[in-house]
């Protein structure tokens, strides 16, 4: 499977913004897809996973302020992020593993997009 996330940019604090996960290759409806993300100077951190049935799981940076769905018939994953902070600076990544185990694991994933950075300015 080929995923490519996209809706990176520049915004200010505060603001939102709507990442896609675009797949293709096979069934988005088979994988359990999450999203990553790496900040300067920083590990690649767990930010959301959704699988088929629409089961969610957010990490802890992420609680409250961000929003993961998907749409199987477009095979699009998306990452819904309000209120932004500049902390939340960082390359955006999409995963996706074969399943429907939300893995927080980022060695659990066997695919993976090329990123999208999101800058978030004070």
């Known amino acids: 499977v080929q995923l490519q996330a996209s809706g990176g940019g520049l915004v200010q604090a505060g603001d939102s913004l709507r990442l896609s996960c675009a797949t293709s290759?096979?069934?988005?409806?088979?994988?359990?897809i999450g999203w990553f993300r790496r900040s300067p100077g920083k590990e690649r951190e767990f930010v959301a996973a959704?699988?088929?049935?629409?089961?969610?799981d957010y990490g802890e940076s992420a609680k409250g302020r961000f929003t993961i769905s998907r749409d199987n018939a477009k095979n699009t994953v998306f990452l819904q992020m309000n209120s932004l902070k500049p902390e939340d600076t960082a390359v955006y990544y999409c995963?996706?593993?074969?399943?429907?185990?939300?893995?927080?694991?980022?060695?659990?994933?066997?695919?993976w997009g090329k990123g999208t950075l999101v800058t978030v300015s004070s």
């Open positions: 995963a996706a593993d074969y399943g429907d185990i939300l893995w927080s694991d980022m060695t659990k994933y066997d695919y």
């Open positions: 290759g096979r069934t988005l409806s088979s994988y359990v």
């Open positions: 959704i699988n088929w049935s629409g089961l969610l």
